[in-house]
């Protein structure tokens, strides 16, 4: 019995998705910071509106994801911040693991020798993964990632689709 094959082309050409983002994977880090918006013009109480149709809408989400791209990105690490800082478990768990990984990365693969014992680099990692799993599974990393994309969608989305556009474009699509 074979698996269900789910053709991602079609999705991605139904929702529009297939360049959307290629032009995030080619830009630098500094090339990407250095088209952020200003906080007056991205949160321009004078712009928001209520969109006419879902015509409409789609039309502002096509516009203001790719003018106001990086300002979002800023919103998702942001909004990725404050979830960590409010579900310190996981905060903890992952610090963990960094400073566990780079404690025996460290070692440069030699035993640690404490007074009484002697530890191989296997030993480490297995001790490492017994103590980090349960605090992950108690830290609920899913929960916080489904929230994370609620939260950013729901910001994102909200944001882009109530912003009117600017008026020098408007008119510009309408003499096309």
Known sequence: MSGIQIPLDVLTSRLNL??????????????????LKPISEFLDLKRLSKP?????????????????????????????????????????????????????????????????????????YTGLLVIVVPLAIWASPVSWALWLIGATGVSILGHASFMDKP??????????
């Open 167 to 176: 008026i020098d474009t408007a008119f510009s699509e309408e003499a096309v």
């Open 52 to 124: 006419a149709s879902f015509g409409d809408a789609q039309s502002r989400v096509n516009y203001n994801l790719s003018y106001f791209s990086s300002n979002y990105v800023v919103v998702f690490a942001m909004l990725s911040i404050y979830g960590l800082l409010t579900n310190l478990t996981l905060l903890f768990d992952i610090l963990f693991v960094c400073g566990g990984l780079y404690a025996i990365k460290k070692l440069d693969g030699r035993d640690l020798e404490l007074g009484f014992t002697r530890l191989s680099t296997s030993q480490l």
């Open 18 to 35: 297939g360049g959307r983002f290629d032009s995030v994977r080619s830009q630098s880090i500094s090339s990407r910071f250095a088209n």
